[in-house]
């Protein structure tokens, strides 16, 4: 029994990994999820199922930033303006009881895509899934795909003390912050993008064998 508890342990132990420094914990959505070794930096983590990818973007951010339109718009601007990815739609919603923008895409008219942007602990968090041609966030995995996620540790509320900066200068640093996270969001999914066909070219070159 001691042994079946510690075999147990271990494999939930191994579908779970918990990033301390960002207060956020992953959880794979099933057994056929497995982790991927990231390519670069800005992806914290990446897994698959053989048909999707999950990553997770995350930086540093005034604790002041709020999700506002404003931040909205320049994630969005900065995520689309290179034209790799097309806009397909975005909402607000409630994610783990903090407000977040849920944002849907297309990559070369193969692939689409759908993402949420959450703010809290003074971080900003992206965690996004990238399908095949139909919409991931109406199949039915979506949620539990995202429900792997979870913040950890106490939770930083947003700042809702007086702020001395000029309001056209708060502007400019809302803006600044947001195009920087949807240009790192971009970075993320390109890497995604990147080792999914590097495995698919890897494995077709091994049946050819």
């Known amino acids: ?6 075999l147990s342990q271990s494999i939930a132990k191994e579908r779970s ?12 959505a099933g057994e056929d999820w497995k982790w991927m070794d990231s390519p670069g930096a800005a992806n914290i983590f990446m897994a698959t199922d053989g048909s999707h990818v999950v990553t997770l ?15 909205i ?27 977040c923008y849920q944002f849907e895409f297309e ?15 003074g ?13 991931v966030e109406h199949e039915p995995d979506f949620e ?22 000029p309001q056209s200068e708060a502007m400019q640093g809302v803006l600044e912050v947001s195009r920087i996270m949807g240009g790192l969001v971009v970075v993320c999914l390109l890497a995604a993008v990147l080792i999914v066909a590097l ?6 070159a091994n049946v050819q064998k």
């Open 1 to 6: 029994m001691d042994a079946f508890r510690r």
């Open 17 to 28: 990994k918990e990033f301390p420094d960002l207060k956020c914990r992953y959880t794979l």
């Open 57 to 71: 973007a995350s930086m540093q951010i005034p604790a002041s930033n709020k999700l506002d339109e404003s931040f």
């Open 73 to 99: 718009e320049g994630f969005e601007k900065s995520m689309y303006q290179s034209g790799k990815f097309k806009r397909q739609g975005g909402r607000m919603r409630k994610f783990l009881g903090f407000p």
């Open 107 to 121: 990559y070369a008219a193969s692939q689409m895509g759908a993402g949420r942007v959450l703010l809290a602990n």
């Open 123 to 135: 971080k900003s968090y992206q965690l996004m899934v990238l399908g095949n041609k139909a919409p």
């Open 144 to 165: 539990k795909i995202m429900g792997g996620f979870a913040l950890i540790g106490a939770q930083m509320p947003i700042s809702k003390s007086a702020d001395a900066t």
């Open 199 to 204: 495995r698919w070219v890897i494995k077709k």
